[in-house]
């Protein structure tokens, strides 16, 4: 058990609609990263927030968005949703060393998404 | 990010140590070299990380060579359980994004 905590596990939804992905980081744990793995893309870095604040962005889709709010908490937003949104969202979190220096992330369980 | 290169697959007996080479010839002289498994569709697992010198912790050793263009991660004595894909990193210093490559399949027989 990493500590980071990821709800819902399971997600299925039609085509156009909008879903929020939630994540609770480790305690103590001031960045949140968001990653996407799809069948035929593997392990993919959207977003990171450190502190309430966007800190680095990926290959994240305009349709997408995040947040992190004051309780550290992450919400990943995904809207109009396409087939090929289908995968495994995972969240990670780390204490966020001082840019420069090494920060050991720690991953969720994940949040599968099924696009019907 | 400095380019990590892994065999594709490997195969180990169970009870015996498993010994995954990386190789990272780019890496700069203050990057981390970083290891990760997934176990089927779970979250990645952090296992080990290091700069210079070889590191040990309750899951595994991680050997880095002298010039740090190679590292090898040894799992001592190989169960079922370990069977998962394993991802060598090295992120970059100016932020902890991870680029997660192919990785190796680590499949233990019994």
């Known amino acids: 058990d990493s500590g980071v905590t990821q709800t819902p596990k399971h997600l299925i939804t039609a085509t156009g609609q909008r879903v929020t992905l939630r994540c609770s980081p480790r305690?103590?744990?001031?960045?949140v990263y968001w990653y996407q793995q799809s069948l035929d893309q593997g392990l993919q870095f959207l977003i990171q927030y450190y502190n309430g604040e966007e800190r680095a962005k990926g290959n994240i889709l305009e349709r997408f968005s995040a947040q992190q709010f004051p309780d550290l908490h992450s919400e990943l937003n995904l809207s109009s949703l396409e087939l090929g949104d289908s995968a495994l969202y995972f969240c990670?979190?780390?204490?966020?060393?001082?840019?420069?220096?090494?920060?050991?992330?720690?991953f969720g369980p994940g949040t599968r998404l099924t696009v019907l | 990010d400095a380019k990590t290169t892994q065999p594709t697959s490997m195969d180990c007996a169970e009870g015996r140590a498993a010994n995954l080479p990386c190789n990272h010839s780019t890496i700069s002289g203050n990057e981390y070299v970083y290891w990760y498994r997934q176990i089927h569709s779970q979250g990645p697992q952090y296992i080990i990380h290091?700069?210079?010198n070889n590191e040990t912790n309750e899951m595994a050793s991680l050997i880095i060579t002298e010039d740090r263009k190679s590292s090898t991660l040894i799992l001592p004595h190989a169960t079922l359980r370990d069977t998962a894909v394993y991802y060598c990193?090295?992120?970059?210093?100016?932020?902890?994004?991870?680029?997660f490559g192919e990785g190796t399949q680590l499949t233990v027989n019994p």
């Open positions: 305690s103590g744990d001031l960045s």
């Open positions: 290091g700069l210079k």
């Open positions: 990193i090295v992120p970059p210093t100016s932020g902890s994004r991870l680029t």
């Open positions: 990670a979190s780390s204490v966020a060393a001082p840019l420069g220096s090494t920060d050991t992330q720690y």
